[in-house]
């Protein structure tokens, strides 16, 4: 099993708008676990978005820009020698995944691993660390998102990496039906199992005429279609059969494999716990509620088995009591599909429910990233802790919420140094001048404060900890 | 105020983006500096020796060179040649530059009329809904089944064939197109929150149309309303073109391309182009406000449409 | 009655037409309010929780008189001048043009802070605004001319800055901005954001400009209809901070509209739960958060996720979606959705329906291919039988003996079962809406459970 499903590194992106350079994003990792939910939560505007669209290049590039950084998939590709089956050449398992450049060696091809040229610089492809950028020291085979092509993109989208956005009404194409739209996902992503599906259908009305001696003259014509089937499971991508699709009368032999979809899709409503998958797969979006909208979105979004669900405030639209079962629903489904989540939020109880990471954002930056309980017990940046502190919980009593004095900063001019210091309350004149890394301050939680790294002992350990007092719930 | 400042000098950014707006407002600028500038640039002639008859008072009227027939070319006399009046002479330069004021007259009086009437049915059609918006909407659409230019034309020859009554004529053909717009515009106005909000705060109907409802409705209707400056000119050169424009010596362009029409083909067995000076120069001035106009319009729409700015 | 409610209101019903047909004849009504009484006491926060189409926005546009009901009454009793007594208003059957008088005792701030505000009016013109309309008048020291604060107003006072006597004078000019300046700068903004439009500010400080609009008219009650929901957490609380403490310094009354319970639990002296137009279950806070009694308060409050990863609970899912308000279910409203429903909660034929053409569907069902149509009527349903009637009925009705002998509600409820003109045709007990009972002082709840 590897390590991590997708790296995100270093990632930075600016807008040019007439109002000046918008500094989004300012360096963000994410590391995201195989199987994980991973929360990302934070304000409007401190970047969530942005992030999440830039990994799939959907952000307008005009204005918007990516500066820099990397952001990995994990991408084992099947094996071309037994083509999934197993084999000497890839060890049986059916996929190769070694990493490209380094070669499972895990170390950076440019600087030998030693992080530094031999005139003393340090090497800027592997940031000093000596580990292979290419697949952030794992050995595994991880694909450059940035560095795709449209084409590639394409492919990615909706394909490895799938995203489910806040309103499923808009989601939705409101004059196609449920059964096209989910059909047209298996369609785009999934065209391998259904021309397999669509192949044995018609192997068995083959067989079905020779038993029962009925309609001998269809044979032909099926025939015909397998022969067109078997071509399209060689040639997915077949231009002839897809111009074949233009000619009427020839056109029909599409219908088998719409057949398929529509079975397909039939069993992915069935999946999200549609009731009355048949009749919903004929009805229009607007004739659905927004929960079970936001299923169908859902089944689209994990037709293609994703490696990575992007959810971008999935529930906030929603009803509390519909908010939990979708929420429900996701849980069961990733352990169902093995999908790893990023779900975005700006609400922590939500949070607090279903994520097993969670990555804190604040104006462009991540603040914190720890796994959830930490985070909700020892808070450590101080952001994180004003925000913990501000939820109203429906089961204690408080007179007053405690706030986060000031408002976010406009990102056009962000504050120098640390982005938060002009609102932390143990901001020192080391957070004016310099930006605080993520760095380990804890076993597997990581902060970007300067309170936790090199100049620690500029506070207290007073400042660092929270008082017990809002931690018992 | 410092903001609406800023709003300005954002629109006027946008707007130095597009090319084409650029030109159309320099054509349009042109023509006002033309306009403004008539008695400068074309001085009345009265008194000379060469002018038979002149009107001092009145400088629309063109001062008339004779009564010959036969269009003289271009020269230093007659920058743009002349052109045979019924009767007299006229001098076409005079004529165009007197013109541009005369166009502006009639196109903002007549949209200007247009203008109030279209925006205050709209406004209380779309606003108040149910009967009154019926019986509006249904007088609109007996207007609109007339073709304009006809019911113009009848409107004309009823009345008289004067300056005020082409102007009304045209003004009557031209505003149930914008109750139709605005209505549609308050339509959507009225659903808003702040609409809503202003209502909570005990706010009267008309306040609420006038402060709040117009002023977010009424972009579309500006834009409309700048192209259309163009258009009604053009509608009443055609008026003129087809001799129900004003009499035959107002500084017109319809009206000097009216006397024109049988020389577009020139004299019978000459050369079709001789006379070209006279419908040239005056059908180039029109075609020029017309663009002028149309390109502003759409360089307004990219201003003030609230979808296309980035806020 | 000398009690202190402002209002009070009973048995409002708002329901609004569905038109159709080539006459727009009202074919329809959407129930948004249907039958819903109670009090607010001067001084208190009533919060009114419920989810998206229940009708609680419908609640506070109906006291302010922005929608019309079509049946009961709204009596407003306004505070009293210079001590006087305070004679209620039956607001709902006032005229317009004195409803807009009132109109600066009762104010709104709506949800969605960016479309409350007229986007092309400067803050400063925006929040004068009302003063404007209403014609307000301060109270001006007659020596330095300063203001006296909104919330010191009294007939007589002296100015706070240097003791001399007050003169009442129109807003107008220099007073007006001073006016505005000082309500902005009380919720937290500055002078200089006067003179800037409502696209350059943040939705928390939108928020706080349409409260300093509601408050400039010195409203006694106002509404708030889900004012933080459109905002972040930390925002959030800055605002709930804010109403507080304007609260207890304008001496205000809030009816607080939300569908967040813990929000409304922050804010709220007294919830009233509401469903499908109803209010099913009315508490004092304390009350109600130890011990909700109606099966739909337990499920939603179940439902609110906690900001406590430790306290992770096995989400406890009520099924289904919230009905249509045009056709509520008959009898009580949440019944099929309720997971303690009793056979008299008032199951119908639609009921029936569903659960006949789910279990046709399940694989290897008695009933399969039994049922060719069904037509739900009230408290029957008619079967039409699909094959051979006698079979069809015969599987169909022990069927329905297997699952009341399981102890399915919806199946006990039924009152006989009888063949008519060929179709099936079964029959429940009628029931009626339960209505709101006193279960404990101060604890109501409208539940056949109780």
Redesign the interface.
Known sequence: MVDRVLIVGGLKVNFYTYAGVVKALDGIDIDLRPNETHGLVGETGCGKSVTVHSLIKLIPMPPGKIEGGRALLHAPVTCRTCRGKGCPECGGSGTLDTCEACGGATKCVKCRGFGRYKDGKSCRTCGASGLCASCGGSGSRYLDLLALSAKQMREIRGGSISMILQEPMSALNPVLTVAEQVGEAFYYHQRAALVHGTLAALDRALKDIETSRKSRWRRPILRWYRFLYRRMERDPESRLLQSLRRVPVVRRYHRWLAREMRAQSLDALNMVRIPSPEKVLDSYPHELSGGMMQRVVISIALASHPRVLIADEPTTALDVTIQSQILRLMADLKGQLGTAIIFITHDLAVIAQVCDRVSVMYAGTIAESAPTLPIFREPLHPYTRGLVRAIPGPHEDVQRLPEIAGSVPNLVTPPSGCRFHPRCPFAKAVCKEEKPLLLEARPSHRVACHMYGPYAEQWTDADRLLPQEVVTR | ???RIR?AK?GL?RMKQNPLSIVGLAITLGFVVIALAAPLLAPSPCGRPEVVSCNPNDPFVMPNYGYETEPLPPSADHPFGTTPGRPGRYDIYYGVVWGTRNAFRVGIVVVGLALLIGILLGLVAGYYGGILDEIIMRIVDVFLTFPSLILAIAIVAAFGQNLGNIMIAVAIVWWPSYVRLVRGDVLAARE???V?????????DA?IMV??IL??AVYPILILASMDIGSVVLVVAALSFLGLGVGSNYADWGGLVNFTRDLIVGQAGGDPLAYWYTYVYPGLFIFLFVLGWNLLGDALRDVLD?RVR?? | MTDDAIFRVENLKVHFPILGGVLRRPIGWVQAVDGVSFAIHRGETLGVVGESGCGKTTIGRALLRLVDARVGSIWYTPRGKDGGSPTPIALSKLPRRQVRALRSKIQIIFQDPSSSLDPRMLVKNAVAEPIRIHKMTALRCTRCERLVPIHRERPGATCEACGGPTESVRLKGADLEARVVELLQRVGLNPEHLFRFPHEFSGGQKQRIAITRALVIKPEFLVLDEPTSALDVSVQAQILNLLKDLQKEYGLTYLFISHHLAVVRHMADRIAVMYLGKFIEVAGKAAFFANPLHPYAKGLLEAVPIPDPERRRELHLMTGEVPSPIEPPLGCRFHPRCPVALPHCGWEGRDLARALEEASQAEGSPIAGAIEEMDSDGFALRIRMKGDPEASARALEAFLEGEKARGRALFQAVASVASEEGELVVRFLKALEPELKEVEPGHAVACYLY
């Not at chain 2, 809503?196 to 009267?204: D, P």
């Open positions: 105020m410092q903001p709003e954002f950014n808003e929150g702040y809503q909000s202003v209502r909570a705060l005990g706010a009267s306040r402060r709040h002023p977010n609230p980035r806020r």
